[in-house]
């Protein structure tokens, strides 16, 4: 398996401008924010098949791949993803975890136990990489889900033309891959928003 990116040529809309590959890209993204928020019923039950969906409604319009797990190794920088052959496994296990932390929660959570699920189901997600592209936007969406599913607004980790909230974020991305979850907890926490306020 050797590491690849994507080349803006593989899109089903023939794009080759990389500026309106990401303009395309964000507007999937938009599409499914709007969804998770004016179509979606919560509570929802989660499963691997909800993450698929996810990314196959922000993806789908430009690449084939779009709600399939990666068959690669890709170039994340110093990051090296699991093989592309564990994906489905570690996806079940996730969702799983991720189940089982929530049984664990009382019936109405603090801030700070909401803000330790979100963080620990967003970095999870980001680390297993599950897609051949679009995994963050994806990890983001779906935090977004279980923040709605508990009662809270969006959470905006970071906004793109922000560089500093950007390297805010990837240093709580790479201590929780040291097993310190708390900098991503704070960045999340920070976010929480009832709805309605």
Same mark, same amino acid.
């Given at each position: 398996?050797?590491?690849?990116?994507?080349?803006?040529?593989?899109? %089903?809309?023939? &794009?080759?401008?990389?500026?309106?590959?990401?303009?395309?890209?964000? /507007?999937?993204?938009?599409?499914?924010?709007?969804?998770?928020?004016?179509? *979606?019923?919560?509570?929802?039950? %989660? =499963?691997?098949?909800?993450?698929?969906? &996810?990314?196959?409604?922000? *993806?789908?319009?430009?690449?084939?791949?779009? #709600?399939?797990?990666?068959?690669?190794?890709?170039?994340? #920088?110093?990051?090296?993803?699991?093989?592309?052959? $564990?994906?489905? @496994?570690?996806?079940?296990?996730?969702?799983?975890?991720? $189940?089982?932390?929530? =049984?664990?929660?009382?019936?109405?959570?603090?801030?700070? @136990?909401?803000?330790?699920?979100?963080?620990?189901?967003?970095?999870?997600?980001?680390? +297993?990489?599950?897609?051949?592209?679009?995994?963050?936007?994806?990890?983001?969406? *779906?935090?977004? %889900? /279980?923040?709605?599913?508990?009662?809270?607004?969006?959470?905006?980790?970071?906004?793109?033309?922000? #560089?500093?909230?950007?390297?805010?974020?990837? @240093?709580? +991305?790479?201590?929780?891959?040291?097993?310190?979850? #708390?900098?991503?907890?704070? %960045?999340? =926490?920070?976010?929480?928003?009832?709805?309605?306020?």
């Amino acid at each position: 398996m050797g590491h690849y990116t994507d080349a803006p040529e593989d899109n %089903l809309l023939g &794009l080759t401008d990389k500026a309106a590959l990401n303009e395309q890209e964000a /507007l999937g993204v938009a599409r499914v924010e709007r969804y998770l928020l004016e179509e *979606f019923e919560y509570p929802v039950e %989660l =499963s691997v098949a909800l993450l698929q969906d &996810l990314h196959r409604r922000a *993806f789908g319009h430009l690449y084939d791949w779009a #709600g399939h797990w990666r068959t690669q190794v890709p170039n994340v #920088g110093a990051y090296l993803p699991p093989p592309a052959h $564990r994906v489905p @496994q570690l996806l079940y296990e996730f969702v799983d975890e991720l $189940r089982h932390r929530q =049984s664990r929660l009382p019936e109405v959570p603090t801030d700070a @136990q909401v803000a330790a699920l979100l963080a620990y189901a967003h970095h999870r997600l980001v680390a +297993i990489h599950p897609y051949t592209n679009g995994n963050g936007r994806t990890a983001r969406l *779906f935090t977004n %889900l /279980l923040a709605y599913n508990y009662g809270y607004q969006d959470v905006v980790l970071y906004r793109r033309e922000n #560089g500093a909230g950007r390297t805010e974020y990837l @240093q709580a +991305i790479r201590h929780a891959d040291a097993h310190e979850p #708390g900098p991503l907890q704070a %960045l999340i =926490s920070a976010q929480l928003r009832p709805l309605g306020t």
